[in-house]
């Protein structure tokens, strides 16, 4: 992976894209989690810095009309969103906002998007355990890139990043206090060998189009889905997974099944460029 990742760390640099004004804390990139600040499941709050750049500009919450957070997502470019098919989000419906971190603030300068088209991917089947589970959102008009609102990197088709990498998952889903955090939580996430993640979940259940990550003391929720699992590879953050599905109760101690986004990177690139 990284004489692969290098080389488009590079390419990404120039682009923009996975490099965030502010940086997180080199400890959330490098070793797991396990307790603090309630969030995620064992998680931690998002904090901006001094000057409100956030360290996750490309992570969007995807609400109701009504303004309710149902799924998260990431920035891909200045048009679209990546997020999850299980989300069923529908264009016209539905609406996204960025550079958000805590929900409930009047002050926050988030900017607010309708969504032109929802394109989920062709083979997507919601009772075939979350295959495919990945949907492109072409939004209404283009964001305006700022220091809380920026893309994401995604990887090459030929991406493996392998197990024990340690990798950062965020979203405003479930905690172990509250259905509904105010505060961005983010929480590290080492990846799991897919032998590891069928022992778990079964032979047939994890394709090649999943990664696993966690087991580590902390996880995903409801209401993380569709938000992203990004790993750091010569200063550049790289979207590798989507957060798809895992146990209903949230077990700390087991993976999270994540979408695996290099898999889908032709089928993304495609979309995008015919959209």
């Not at 490099?19 to 904090?47: E, F, K, M, T, W």
């Not at 956030?54 to 969103?81: A, E, K, M, R, Y």
């Not at 172990?176 to 983010?186: D, F, G, M, V």
Request: glycine share 10%.
């Amino acid at each position: 992976m990284i004489g692969i990742v290098s080389f488009f760390a590079l390419v990404a640099s120039t682009l923009g894209c996975g490099v965030p004004q502010y940086q997180p804390l080199d400890r959330a990139a490098r070793r797991p989690s396990g307790g603090g600040i309630a969030g995620i499941i064992n998680g931690h709050n998002v904090i901006p810095d001094a000057r409100e750049a956030l360290p996750w500009p490309w992570q969007v919450s995807i609400q109701t009309s009504n303004g309710q957070h149902f799924c998260g997502g990431s920035l891909i470019n200045n048009n679209w969103v990546i997020t999850a098919a299980h989300c069923l989000v529908k264009a016209k419906v539905h609406n996204v906002v960025l550079g958000q971190n805590d929900r409930d603030s009047l002050t926050e300068p988030i900017q607010f998007k309708g969504i032109a088209k929802a394109i989920t991917h062709p083979d997507y089947n919601k009772q075939t355990n979350f295959n495919n589970d990945v949907t492109l959102l072409k939004l209404s008009s283009p964001v305006k890139m700022t220091s809380r609102v920026s893309p994401i990197c995604l990887p090459s088709s030929s991406d493996n990043t392998p197990p024990g990498t340690v990798c950062v998952t965020t979203g405003w889903g479930r905690t172990e206090n509250t259905l509904n955090p105010r505060i961005l939580q983010q929480a590290n996430k080492p990846i799991v060998s897919q032998s590891q993640c069928r022992q778990v979940f079964g032979q047939t259940k994890i394709t090649d189009a999943m990664i696993c990550a966690g087991a580590t003391g902390s996880s995903s929720c409801q209401g993380d889905s569709g938000g992203p699992l990004v790993c750091k590879s010569s200063g550049v953050w790289y979207q590798v997974g989507i957060v798809s599905w895992g146990r209903t109760n949230c077990n700390v101690d087991a993976p999270i099944v994540y979408t695996r986004v290099s898999y889908f990177r032709k089928w993304i690139d495609k979309t995008v460029q015919f959209n």
